[in-house]
């Protein structure tokens, strides 16, 4: 039986509105990367998301960013590597500090497609996934989309688990539409719902060019603030039951 994880970024207050139906998405997903204050959240919605992942049964990861609450992490930034680092910790520890049992780190928005393409950038953020696995005393894994990230990874001894989004349009190459082209978004629950299915069973996703692109991945993320995320996340669970794939953690 194929079997495959659901993840969504949840926890994405900004001034203490939700981006998402978080109350919703807790119960459909498998793991919530929860923003740590970079680019959203606070305390207080660090600690609401950690009360819902115990409640539904749902793996915490760490979702640091950027410090960019203006662009919500989007837009790219030069830092330098103590500065970069000194953020990520502090992100990270924060959510900890909110009682998360943090099972994996994924970066967000800009800084997670910094991660695949910079060397400097991945060798950071694996640093400071290091550090946090030290201090768990236990294998923390990176989830991204591979490249410099994967590569850091496996420098910094720490695990790499490749993902693939479900509400994104891909290219050809492997890489994911910038968000202001056209195709950057699906939005269609019944399309998006087959694309999961395809991942999880033959680990295949069409590009807007409709060529087929590999995707080994272990997880699928449908993004919380996408338009009819909830609609969407419940058409993929039904899908993938339907086809047989078991949805859970792996982590």
């Avoid at 830092?79 to 900890?96: N, Y």
């Avoid at 500090?97 to 928005?109: L, Q, W």
């Avoid at 978004?185 to 395809?198: F, K, P």
Wanted: charged share 20%; with cysteine.
């Amino acid at each position: 039986m194929p079997v495959i994880d659901l993840n969504a970024d949840l926890g994405e207050t900004v001034d203490g509105v939700p981006t998402a139906d978080d109350e919703a998405m807790f119960a459909i997903v498998t793991s919530a990367s929860v923003a740590c204050g970079g680019h959203a959240g606070d305390a207080r919605s660090m600690r609401e998301s950690v009360t819902r992942a115990a409640r539904h049964g749902v793996a915490v990861g760490a979702h640091p960013s950027y410090p960019d609450a203006a662009g919500f992490g989007r837009e790219p930034m030069t830092m330098t590597a103590a500065a970069l680092r000194e953020t990520l910790d502090g992100q990270v520890d924060a959510l900890a500090a909110a009682g998360g049992d943090i099972r994996y780190v994924k970066p967000h928005g800009a800084l997670y497609h910094a991660v695949s393409a910079d060397a400097a950038t991945a060798r950071v953020v694996a640093a400071s996934v290091r550090r946090l696995a030290d201090d768990l005393g236990r294998d923390l894994p990176l989830l991204g989309l591979g490249g410099e990230g994967e590569r850091a990874a496996e420098a910094a001894g720490i695990p790499f688990v490749r993902e693939a989004f479900l509400d994104r349009g891909y290219l050809p190459d492997g890489s994911l539409v910038p968000r202001r082209e056209h195709g950057a978004l699906l939005a269609d629950a019944d399309a998006v719902a087959s694309r999961a299915v395809l991942l999880a069973v033959e680990g295949r996703v069409a590009a807007v060019d409709g060529t087929m692109v590999a995707a080994d991945a272990a997880s699928l993320c449908v993004h919380g603030d996408t338009p009819a995320a909830v609609a969407m996340a419940r058409a993929v669970r039904a899908a993938l039951d339907a086809a047989g794939v078991e949805v859970r953690a792996p982590w």
